[in-house]
């Protein structure tokens, strides 16, 4: 939540010190920015929202600059594609599972998807499922590529309606364990 800017600053400099750099991972609005410019310490802000980005602009704008000046506009950035890691193999990619999930109410009929957290997944479906009805009958957890293009591979093999497929739940299993096996 929103913090006084008074509250902060005061925080800022009970744990820092002047030229210290100060880490806001939510930024929302910017009030640790401008606490922290306020008080002579470098800052960085990170949020999610794109909106945040120009609230830090206004913010800096009103509570630090002289009017009319646009000293921020070149200091501030708004980077929306994660950073490269560095502390990985040149060549890693992350994982997804591509899942099987069944109901009861959709005979030889499975949602096959894609997801970095299968059982997340299928939570996610049952939410709007009072009776808690559907099931994770099988998933397979692969390169992130390698994944997509099995995800692809079983929407075209078995007949389909957008994620769901018809089929034999055993023989669409075992053309995913067959397509990961050609694959790696």
């Known amino acids: 939540t929103q913090k006084p800017l008074a509250l902060l600053e ?5 744990s820092s010190k002047e030229g210290d ?8 609005c910017a009030t640790t920015c401008v606490a922290s410019e306020k008080i002579g310490r470098k800052w960085i802000g990170i949020d999610i929202s794109i909106k945040a980005y120009e609230l830090v602009k206004v913010r800096l704008a009103k509570d630090i600059e002289l ?5 921020y506009e070149k200091k501030i ?23 099987i999930i069944s ?3 959709h005979i030889n009929e499975y949602k096959v998807g894609i997801a970095s957290n ?12 009072p009776e808690r009805s559907y099931k994770l009958r099988y998933y397979l957890t692969t390169k992130t ?3 997509r293009n099995l995800e692809k591979y079983i929407h075209q093999k078995f007949p389909n309606k957008h994620e769901w ?20």
């Open 10 to 14: 005061r925080i800022i400099k009970a």
């Open 21 to 28: 750099v100060v880490l806001d991972p939510f930024c929302g």
């Open 67 to 71: 009017e009319n000046t646009l000293f």
């Open 77 to 99: 950035s708004c980077i929306t594609t994660p950073p490269k890691r560095t502390d990985l193999e040149e060549n890693y990619e992350e994982e997804k599972s591509v899942y």
């Open 103 to 105: 109901n009861p109410k």
């Open 118 to 129: 299968p059982k997340s997944r299928l939570k996610s479906y049952q939410i709007g499922d």
């Open 145 to 147: 590529s390698i994944a």
């Open 165 to 184: 497929v018809s089929g034999d739940f055993l023989k669409i299993k075992e053309e995913m364990i067959r397509y990961s096996e050609l694959n790696h």
